[in-house]
């Protein structure tokens, strides 16, 4: 069955290092995937899409690639701050409705 | 962009009782969702909201459980019957323009607490 897997364990770094984030699937061949940010007692909020075509793509202090190859995509902070510190979710297509299908997210906290 | 509003934003329910949520959107929008997420848990899709028709469920739910409505393209709502404590949870509404590749955009969340 299709899987998408992220790391359950919160991610903590230093303010000013760079974090990033992994997204695995199997059993799937997504034409995009998208990544999300969610804060507590919010609704997730989108932020980059990157296309199956698409090595990689970048937004301000985001950058995420897409390997389909490895079935796997990364998703970096630059130079991260403290505001940056939630839940960080991708998601992908399903195969059979194309409907989104959400990882179970990152917990990313930086450090002042 | 859309701006998604639901209501109640929190809600504690006793056993056997149904809680019906309500979603506003600002614009009008092609797709609407329906997504329940349990504490410490990613999003898990429950239906399409269809307008004008049935919604179209996922796997594992059932309409019974979930009625759904979409009278019109910027409002939906979810009723969750015959409640038990297995159903307390986040329930998010979610809307997008494009049926490929559009981004999603989800109201703040109702959150049930059943006892």
């Known amino acids: 069955s299709q899987k998408i897997e992220q790391n359950s364990e919160a991610l903590n770094i230093q303010e000013g290092k760079t974090a990033t984030l992994t997204c695995n699937y199997t059993?799937?061949?997504?034409?995009?995937l998208q990544w999300y940010r969610q804060d507590p007692g919010r609704g997730p909020v989108f932020l980059l899409l990157?296309?199956?075509?698409?090595k990689e793509k970048r937004k301000e202090r985001l950058k995420v690639t897409f390997d389909t190859t490895l079935k796997q995509s990364l998703f970096h902070i630059t130079a991260s701050q403290p505001a940056d510190s939630a839940t960080y979710l991708c998601?992908?297509?399903?195969?059979?409705?194309?409907?989104?299908?959400f990882g179970q997210g990152t917990t990313l906290q930086v450090k002042p | 962009s859309a701006v998604i509003s639901q209501k109640p934003s929190r809600d504690i329910c006793q056993r056997g009782t149904s809680l019906t949520i309500q979603c506003q959107v600002d614009?009008?929008?092609?797709?609407m969702f329906w997504y329940r997420q349990q504490p410490g848990q990613s999003l898990t899709l429950i239906a399409t909201?269809?307008?004008?028709?049935?919604?179209?469920?996922e796997s594992g739910f059932v309409i019974d459980k979930f009625p759904i409505s979409r009278p019109n393209l910027t409002f939906s709502t979810l009723t969750v019957s015959n409640l038990s404590p297995e159903d307390s949870s986040i329930y998010l509404c979610?809307?997008?323009?494009?049926?490929?590749?559009?981004?999603?955009?989800f109201g703040e969340g109702s959150r049930l607490t059943v006892l």
């Open positions: 979610s809307a997008g323009r494009e049926m490929n590749t559009g981004e999603l955009f």
């Open positions: 059993n799937y061949s997504p034409a995009y």
């Open positions: 990157i296309r199956e075509n698409e």
């Open positions: 998601a992908l297509p399903s195969s059979n409705t194309g409907k989104l299908i």
């Open positions: 614009s009008q929008v092609t797709m």
């Open positions: 909201a269809n307008q004008g028709s049935e919604a179209t469920y």
